[in-house]
Nanobody, 119 residues
Framework: QVQLVESGGGLVQAGGSLKLSCAAS????????MAWFRQAPGKERELVAS????????YYADSVTGRFSISREVRRNTVYLQMNSLKPEDTAVYYC????????????WGQGTQVTVSS
């Protein structure tokens, strides 16, 4: 069974930085892409950033472009989200997700890590 475990969340002041990590463990699996989503209280879950496993193509939501950066370390089966210039509106639970090859959607999810940005 594959598990995704996020870490790196916490409380930070506006303008600060955090780096989230997502490590995959369990049996080896091949992903088409990995991504970070977030969900704030009372809001729908939104895709923040994604990275293709082949080629490394990335996508960013407009709200985080220029501030967040997604990267991966293939040998460690780990994906990162570097978050700079954080704003109070970035406050949310951040989830790591993986889309396995052959899957039509992100089908493996982490448990989430809280990011709180104070003004």
């Amino acid at each position: 069974q594959v598990q995704l475990v996020e870490s790196g969340g916490g409380l930070v002041q506006a303008g600060g930085s955090l780096k989230l990590s997502c490590a995959a463990s369990g049996r080896t699996f091949i992903t088409y892409a990995m991504a970070w989503f977030r969900q704030a209280p009372g809001k729908e879950r939104e895709l923040v950033a994604s990275i293709r496993s082949s080629g490394g193509n990335t996508y960013y939501a407009d709200s985080v472009t220029g501030r967040f950066s997604i990267s991966r370390e293939v040998r460690r089966n780990t994906v990162y989200l570097q978050m700079n210039s954080l704003k109070p509106e970035d406050t949310a639970v951040y989830y790591c997700a993986a889309q396995q090859v052959g899957a039509n959607e992100y089908n493996i999810w982490g448990q989430g890590t809280q990011v709180t940005v104070s003004s």
